[in-house]
Every structure is written in structure tokens, then in C-alpha cells.
């Protein structure tokens, strides 16, 4: 069964960074692509991020210079490395696969 857990959220101070993380399992984690979405409250969700099974990442202009997507292939985990976070990405951040969701976990940045 395919598992993903998101780990790494928290309340921050606007300008601060958190690192999110996604361990995966029940899956060859080396040829999947994985990804990452946001749901702020009243939003539809969003991609944020994404990264293909041979590393190459794409961003949403919103986060682009600010958030960095990663893969550590060894521990069967992504990440998301996000800096100088604003109030605006306050949202639950959802990793993917192309077959299954996580179950989310809560960013609050504060002003």
C-alpha cells in the first residue's frame, strides 16, 4: 500500500523558513515523480512544486526564487525547503505522486 507522509510544518514568522519533508512508501520512490500543493482556507488547491524521477523541477511563479524542491533518494523522501516565507503561503501542504495524495500538514506564517 502506498504511504506518503508529510512531516515539517509549523507557525513561523514572516521571513523565516521551515523544511517540509514527504517520506514515501510501498512504491519504487526512484521512478515516481513526486510533488508538492498548497490550500489556503477559501483557495482551490495549488501546485507548488514538482520534481520528475530524473530531477528536474518546475515552480510556481509565487514561490519561484524562494522555495526549493529536493529528493533524497536513499531515505525514500522529498522535501521542500521553503525561505523567506510570507502570510500568504499560510496553507495545509499536500505531497503527491501521480497516483496518491498525503494527508497534509499545516503552514502558518505570521506578520
Known amino acids: 500500500q502506498v504511504q506518503l507522509a508529510e512531516s515539517g510544518g509549523g507557525l513561523v514568522q514572516a521571513g523565516g523558513s521551515l523544511r517540509l519533508s514527504c517520506a514515501v512508501s510501498g512504491i519504487a520512490f526512484s521512478i515516481v515523480g513526486m510533488a508538492w500543493y498548497r490550500q489556503a482556507p477559501g483557495k482551490q488547491r495549488e501546485l507548488v512544486a514538482s520534481i520528475t524521477s530524473g530531477g528536474v523541477t518546475n515552480y510556481a511563479d509565487s514561490v519561484k526564487g524562494r522555495f526549493t524542491i529536493s529528493r533524497e533518494y536513499a531515505k525514500n523522501t522529498a522535501y521542500l525547503q521553503m525561505n523567506n516565507l510570507r502570510p500568504e503561503d499560510t496553507a495545509v501542504y499536500y505531497c503527491?505522486?501521480?497516483?496518491?495524495w498525503g494527508q497534509g500538514t499545516q503552514v502558518t506564517v505570521s506578520s
Open positions: 503527491k505522486i501521480p497516483t496518491s
